[in-house]
């Protein structure tokens, strides 16, 4: 158990729809980072929050956004759906630098 | 420049062996080198971790071997075990993490 939490472990929902993806961090860690694994593919870096402050963008599209609360939880919301954005999507946490501990991570089944 | 090289794709080994997984990177920025495990459905796992001032690291049946020069970083797995069988995630990162980049993964079946 890494510590991260992550809700729900399953969605599905239909094309077009908006979704809301939770992650809580580890106990003390300050960042947070958001990827997209799909059917056999590698990790792809969404984007990363610390403190509040969004850090770094990588392959997000427009239609996806996220945040992180004062209370450091992150939440990333997946809008228009197309049957293509199904994939497991993972946060990560980490205390700012270096090692990132990963969530169990949440299935998107878009139907 | 922000790309991690991963190979092989896929690789079999039997129980015992060696098992090599080789990485590639292009900026010299980088200054933190993990190497993550996943099992179906679960999250990556970090299993080991090295920085550029080593040339190697060893924890229990994992070795990181670094290569600075040539930019090139490998995970051995000594005595493969069943157990093992996992898809493998090098990375790199630099700017205290505000730059993670993961190679494309290797999936590794040891067999009994």
């Known amino acids: 158990d890494s510590g991260v939490t992550q809700t729900p472990k399953h969605l599905i929902t239909a094309t077009g729809q908006r979704v809301t993806l939770r992650c809580s961090p580890r106990s003390g860690d300050l960042s947070v980072y958001w990827y997209q694994q799909s059917l056999d593919q590698g990790l792809q870096f969404l984007i990363h929050?610390?403190?509040?402050?969004?850090?770094a963008k990588g392959n997000i599209l427009e239609r996806f956004s996220a945040q992180q609360f004062p209370d450091l939880h992150s939440e990333l919301n997946l809008s228009s759906l197309e049957l293509g954005d199904s994939a497991l999507y993972f946060c990560a946490s980490s205390q700012g630098a270096d090692t990132q501990y990963f969530g169990p991570g949440t299935r998107l089944t878009v139907l | 420049q922000q790309q991690v090289k991963q190979s092989p794709q896929s690789l079999i080994v039997q129980k015992g062996g060696i098992s090599i997984i080789n990485c590639a990177y292009e900026?010299?920025?980088?200054?933190?080198f993990p190497w993550y495990q996943q099992f179906p459905g679960k999250g990556p796992a970090l299993l080991i971790a090295?920085?550029?001032?080593?040339s190697e690291k060893k924890e229990g049946r994992f070795t990181i071997s670094f290569n600075k020069s040539a930019k090139q970083f490998s995970l051995h797995i000594m005595d493969s075990q069943p157990g093992d069988s996992a898809t493998y995630f090098c990375?790199?990162?630099?700017?205290?993490?505000?730059?993670?980049?993961f190679g494309p993964g290797t999936r590794l079946s040891v067999l009994p």
């Open positions: 929050y610390y403190n509040g402050e969004e850090r």
């Open positions: 090295i920085r550029p001032d080593v």
């Open positions: 990375a790199a990162s630099y700017n205290y993490g505000q730059n993670f980049v």
């Open positions: 900026n010299t920025a980088f200054d933190y």
